[in-house]
C-alpha cells in the first residue's frame, strides 16, 4: 500500500514537472513575441523618426524658398517694368546682378515712387537674361534667336558679368570700329576722339571727351562702354576717368582713382573689371595698380608692381594672365617685364625684352603670340617690334614698322590684322599708322588720322 501511494505522489510530481515545464515554454515563447514586437516596434518609431526629420527638412527648404520668393524685386530696365524675385537674380554668383540684389548694397539702389530699381539697359532683350537666370543650366533659347538677337543679348550678357555663364566658350563678336581718345598733336594735349570704321578703313571725328587727355590709357568696361582714365590736361596729372558710350557717342564722369596716373595702364581682368598699373602722379613714377569693379563702380587698391612703371604697355595673355612691357622707373628705359596671375592676383618677373621701351603698345596677335611696337630706348624712337611666343614665353625679334613710334597704340582689328596708330617718331606727332599682315608678319601702309596724336 505505501509504496502505491508513493508511485502516485511520484506520477502526481511528474505532472506537475511537466506542466511547470511547459508553462515556462509558453512564457518563453510570449517573451520572444514581446522581444519582436518591441524591436518592430523600434524600428517603426525610427522610420516615423526619419519621416519627421526629412518631412522638418523639406518644410524648412519650402520656408526659405517661400521667403526668397515672397522678396519680390520690382524692376525698371530702360523703361520696361519687371517682377522677379531675389533668388532669381542671385542665382548666378560673382554677376553685377548677384551683387545689386544679394543684399549687401540695397542702400545704394535707385528706387522710383513705385519701389522699383532702375537699371538704364535695354530692357527688351533683359527678358532673355531674367529667362537664363530662371534656369541657368539650360541655354536652349540663345539657339532659337536670329544672329542680331544673339548679339544683342551677348552685349548685355556682357555688361551684367553674365557672358560666360550664357555663352560659354564661343568667341567674342569682332569689334566693327576702333575708338581713339585724347593724346598730344604737338601743340596742344587733345579732348577729342576718332573712330575708326573697320569696313572702309577711314576715320571719322568722334565725341569730344570731359577733359584734354594727353598720355592716357582705355579699355573696354563692357561691350557699350569706354573707360578713358587718368593722363595730363597741361596743368597737373589727372585722377579723373570719363565712361564713353558707344552707341550714342557720349562721355560722362567715370569714377575716380585713387591716386593721380598720367602714362598708366590698363587691362581688362574679365567682364566688368579692370586693372590699372603704375603711370607718373605728379612726384614720381608709380608701382600701385588699382582695380575698378563695375557691379561697386569704385576702384579699390590692387596688387603691387615689382617695379615701378610709367608708359608701359599691358596687354591680357589668355584667360587667367595679363603683361606689363617696358616703360621707365624714373631712371631710365626698361626692357622687363612683369605677370600678373589672375588668381593669385600678384605680379612675378616675365621675359625680358630684346630692347628697353619706353612708351611702347602691345596687343595680342592670335592665341599664340603676343606684339610689342615701338617705344624709346633712351636714344631714339623705335621703328623696331618684338613678338612674344606664349608657349616658350621668350621674346624674338619682329617685323619693322613704317614709322619710329614712341606714344603709339596698337590693337588686333580682326583675325590676320594688327593695327598701330600715331606716336611721335623723335621729329613730330604722327597722323600715319600701320597695319601688320599676321599671314606674311610685314607692315603696310593704314589710314590716316585726322589728327596728329601720340601719347
Not at 37 to 59: G, N, Y
Not at 97 to 125: K, N, P, Q, T, Y
Not at 254 to 281: E, N, Q
Not at 317 to 341: K, N, V, Y
Request: hydrophobic fraction near 40%; glycine fraction near 12%.
Amino acid at each position: 500500500a505505501l509504496s502505491a501511494a508513493l508511485d502516485a505522489v511520484r506520477s502526481t510530481a511528474f505532472d506537475h514537472i511537466e506542466a511547470v515545464r511547459g508553462a515556462e515554454a509558453a512564457l518563453a515563447a510570449v517573451v520572444e513575441r514581446l522581444a519582436a514586437d518591441r524591436s518592430a516596434l523600434k524600428a517603426e518609431r525610427d522610420a516615423l523618426a526619419r519621416e519627421q526629420a526629412e518631412l522638418e527638412a523639406e518644410r524648412s527648404l519650402v520656408r526659405l524658398l517661400g521667403e526668397r520668393q515672397r522678396g519680390a524685386v520690382l524692376l525698371d530696365v530702360g523703361g520696361v517694368h519687371f517682377k522677379t524675385s531675389r533668388m532669381t537674380l542671385t542665382a548666378v554668383p560673382g554677376s553685377m546682378l548677384e551683387a545689386m540684389f544679394s543684399g549687401r548694397h540695397d542702400g545704394l539702389l535707385e528706387l522710383d515712387a513705385e519701389g522699383r530699381a532702375f537699371i538704364d539697359r535695354d530692357g527688351a532683350v533683359f527678358s532673355h537674361i531674367l529667362n537664363f537666370l530662371r534656369e541657368p543650366s539650360s541655354r536652349a533659347f540663345l539657339a532659337a534667336l536670329s544672329e542680331t538677337e544673339r548679339q544683342a543679348v551677348r552685349r548685355e550678357a556682357h555688361y551684367y558679368m553674365l557672358e560666360e555663364a550664357m555663352f560659354g566658350g564661343e568667341a567674342p563678336p569682332l569689334p566693327r570700329r576702333l575708338l581713339l581718345a585724347g593724346g598730344h598733336d604737338g601743340t596742344v594735349g587733345l579732348d577729342s576722339m576718332e573712330v575708326l570704321d573697320l569696313a572702309s578703313m577711314s576715320f571719322e571725328l568722334g565725341p569730344r571727351m570731359l577733359a584734354r587727355r594727353d598720355d592716357c590709357s582705355a579699355a573696354l568696361l563692357g561691350p557699350g562702354c569706354l573707360l578713358v582714365v587718368g593722363g595730363y590736361d597741361g596743368h597737373g596729372c589727372l585722377d579723373t576717368t570719363e565712361m564713353v558710350d558707344l552707341e550714342n557717342m557720349t562721355s560722362a564722369p567715370g569714377p575716380r582713382l585713387s591716386t593721380r596716373r598720367d602714362g598708366c595702364a590698363v587691362v581688362a581682368l574679365g567682364p566688368g573689371t579692370l586693372l590699372v598699373a603704375g603711370g607718373y602722379d605728379g612726384n614720381s613714377q608709380l608701382d600701385t595698380t588699382e582695380v575698378l569693379d563695375a557691379a561697386s563702380m569704385a576702384f579699390r587698391p590692387g596688387p603691387r608692381l615689382q617695379t615701378r612703371r610709367s608708359h608701359c604697355a599691358a596687354a591680357r595673355l589668355g584667360a587667367g594672365r595679363a603683361i606689363m612691357a617696358g616703360g621707365h622707373d624714373g631712371e631710365c628705359q626698361l626692357d622687363s617685364t612683369e605677370i600678373l596671375d589672375f588668381t593669385a592676383m600678384a605680379f612675378s618677373p616675365g621675359p625680358r625684352m630684346t630692347a628697353r621701351r619706353a612708351g611702347c603698345s602691345a596687343a595680342p596677335l592670335d592665341g599664340r603670340r603676343l606684339l610689342v611696337a615701338g617705344g624709346h630706348d633712351g636714344v631714339s624712337a623705335l621703328e623696331s617690334t618684338e613678338v612674344l611666343d606664349l608657349a616658350s614665353m621668350a621674346f624674338a625679334p619682329g617685323p619693322s614698322m613704317g614709322a619710329r613710334r614712341w606714344g603709339c597704340a596698337a590693337t588686333l582689328m580682326e583675325p590676320g590684322r594688327a593695327l598701330v596708330v600715331g606716336g611721335h617718331d623723335g621729329s613730330e606727332r604722327l597722323g600715319s599708322t600701320d597695319v601688320l599682315v599676321l599671314a606674311t608678319m610685314a607692315f603696310e601702309p593704314g589710314p590716316r588720322m585726322r589728327t596728329r596724336r601720340d601719347g
